[in-house]
């Protein structure tokens, strides 16, 4: 049977592979746990943080020149706002600097008489937009003075028997038809592009790493290549290790986290603005689209592995080869799932681009056929680099 | 049956430009003897090993193995050695008993075969107590057995040996001898390249001194000694490398 002994090498390294605990750890348990726990950590915090912020009484400063005001009046009706005279600009503006208070208002002194002669006036607010919690209190007062301007707009139109409908002679009626399942799936479409392309990649470093740099260094690999395997049979069935091993974390990834997020956990719900659901021809899609970005993945790693003297050299070689991964991959949290065509054949962004638009149930069949026949012609050319390297002397026994 | 023919390999190296690891050697090994490839450090013995075993492809020159050429059959010639050498590692997590089965089958052998031969292996090498424990949990002689057995679970009529004892202990050391003198009765055709004077005194039939990669001399102890006029085979092999005492006794 040709390529029976790629069976049998493949069989051998998988073997090996899932009794390190590393392999383990970095195709399973990280990304079907770790992951989706520091998701809930972090959903918690960000909710947590979100709960405390808007229930939080932010002390705010009011220089009142004018003395007896409507609008002082009615900002200390806000009980979100906890309001305390100051004298003086200077003394406002070190005060927020301190982080004493979190914004100054400042009313002029003809503020009540410029109102009540149907006139403008202006408001001035002091804040730190530097300052998280300076910029809500400068959001709060502008919500406020929103509310305080409707009412004074209101009493001028009544007073001229004026319906407030004069000022809006055409009103914008929006309807989302997004679902909450569609923000889920935005939400869904920026994280999963990047922790499946990740943990795909890093989930197979350990076992490339030990399968080709780790046999020159054990002493081993002088043994194998002395069997009767061939050198393309040895090298497809490590690649095959590789690439099961790099499927199976980018699977794990998919699963923990779509489970996690649909698990009905508040910090997750948070997180996702609602519930998500994938339709079955989108994971579909994926599927088949981790598929050549998963080889391309593990002929990458295997070539690598191949070149270098040992699993130290293996590592620090890979280090540069990160930043080709981790950079396109943290471009999805940016990027939106529409682009134009040229993009279905770079190398990387184009699975990032596929998986977007199938969360998003984006099918285009142009785009779709150009990004798998690419990302398989890069896969290929990947695999015939690491046959090359596997089949040259000079790598092999590189001292 | 070993035969190598103005045999060569030249590598190329950034620093010292191209090296001839190995120039124009030839020898014979016979079925049923053993033939010393004896050298110093750097003198070609790996590489011509290597060459042998179709892990390196010779520059020039031809070598044939049991009948088949390394540069046109290289298959067939890797189904009739069995090659062991100080260096060779064990997979750390399989078993001794995984890993013969695993060369075994790359050999193609029948599981059946695998089988009968592994317990006969484990019987004649004493490894019953640790053949089902890692390999990682092995000492070094124990993992010197496991490539033992691994190097003849295919049974073949040539074997390689290159420097197989080296950093092992004397116990150990005295497993391998014996076990190179049971494939010489058993017929098979025998190489071993080495440094170490004792051992080729006490092995080997017929030795070629191996000096910048290319051969010195070839013949037996006895060829060698009246050849040098040496009696001791350390100086026997000094002189032939050029680097005999100095006026001075150095």
């Known amino acids: ?399 | 049956m070993i035969e190598a023919s103005n045999l060569s390999k030249v590598f190329t190296d950034k620093k010292r430009g191209e090296v001839r690891a190995v120039d124009g050697i030839s020898f014979k090994c016979r079925p049923g003897s053993i033939f010393a490839l004896l050298g110093a450090n750097g003198a070609g013995k790996t590489t011509t090993l290597r060459m042998l075993a179709t892990i390196l492809t010779p520059t020039s020159g031809e070598a044939t193995i049991a009948g088949y050429n390394v540069i046109d059959e290289p298959a067939k010639v890797r189904s009739k050695i069995g090659f062991l050498s100080g260096t060779t590692g064990v997979y750390g997590k399989l078993s001794p008993r995984e890993m013969i089965e695993y060369f075994g089958r790359l050999y193609g052998l029948e599981d059946s075969v695998i089988k009968q031969r592994s317990e006969h292996l484990f019987d004649i090498l004493n490894m019953r107590d640790f053949v089902n424990g890692r390999c990682d949990k092995l000492s070094t002689g124990q993992k010197q057995k496991v490539s033992i057995a691994r190097s003849i679970i295919h049974e073949p009529p040539v074997m390689i040996f290159d420097e197989p004892t080296s950093g092992l202990d004397v116990m150990s050391s005295r497993t391998i001898m014996t076990f190179i003198e049971n494939c010489r009765k058993q017929g098979k055709t025998i190489i071993y390249s080495t440094h170490i004077m004792s051992e080729v005194e006490r092995l080997c039939d017929e030795i070629g001194v191996i000096h910048n990669g290319q051969i010195r001399a070839i013949g037996t102890l006895q060829q060698l000694r009246e050849q040098t006029g040496e009696q001791n085979l350390e100086m026997v092999f000094l002189k032939l490398c050029g680097e005999g005492r100095t006026e001075n006794g150095f």
Request: contains cysteine; aromatic residues 8%; neutral net charge.
């Open chain 1, 1 to 399: 049977m040709a390529f029976k002994n790629s069976l049998i090498v493949y069989r051998k390294e998988l073997t090996e592979a899932f009794r390190d605990k590393r392999v383990i750890y970095s195709t399973i348990i990280s990304p079907m746990l770790v992951i989706p726990l520091l998701w809930w950590v972090m959903g918690y915090f960000i909710m947590q943080r979100n709960t405390e912020s808007n229930q939080e009484v932010l002390k705010i400063g009011m220089i009142d020149h004018s003395g007896n005001d409507k609008l002082s009046a009615f900002l200390k009706n806000d009980n979100t706002l906890d309001i305390t005279p100051v004298t003086d600009v200077a003394d406002a503006q070190q005060q927020i600097r301190d982080r004493k208070l979190r914004a100054v208002v400042e009313i002029p002194q003809q503020f009540q008489s410029q109102l009540d002669a149907d006139q403008n006036t202006q408001v001035q607010v002091y804040f730190d937009r530097s300052n998280e919690k300076s910029t809500t209190a400068e959001q709060r007062v502008e919500k406020s003075l929103t509310d305080f301007n409707d009412k004074i707009v209101n009493d001028r139109l009544s007073r001229h028997n004026l319906s407030k409908d004069i000022l809006k002679p055409v009103e914008l009626k929006e309807q989302n038809v997004a679902s909450s399942d569609s923000m889920g799936s935005l939400i869904l479409s920026a994280i999963l592009p990047y922790i499946l392309v990740l943990m795909g990649f890093f989930g197979g470093t350990t076992v490339a790493f030990d399968i080709a740099a780790g046999e020159k260094e054990r002493g081993t690999l002088e043994t194998l290549l002395v069997s009767s395997a061939t050198r393309t049979e040895i090298v497809i069935g490590k690649f095959l290790t590789i690439f099961t091993v790099c499927s199976l974390a980018a699977v794990s990834s998919i699963v923990g986290l779509v489970l996690t997020f649909q698990s009905g956990l508040k910090a997750f719900s948070f997180m996702a603005k609602g519930k998500m659901s994938i339709s079955y021809p989108s994971v579909a899609l994926i599927v088949v689209m981790i598929i050549p970005l998963m080889l391309m993945f593990a002929a990458v790693l295997l070539a690598l592995s191949t070149f270098a003297r040992n699993q130290k050299e293996a590592q620090t070689m890979f280090l540069p080869l990160t930043l080709f991964v981790t950079m396109p991959a943290a471009l999805s949290f940016v990027l939106g799932a529409e682009t134009t065509l040229k993009s279905s054949v770079i190398p990387l962004m184009n699975g990032i681009y596929l998986i977007k638009q199938a969360l998003q149930g984006i099918f285009d069949p142009t785009f779709i056929g150009l990004a798998l026949l690419s990302s398989v012609i890069y896969a290929g050319l990947a695999i015939v680099l690491s046959l090359a390297l596997f089949n040259r002397e000079e790598v092999l026994f590189r001292s």
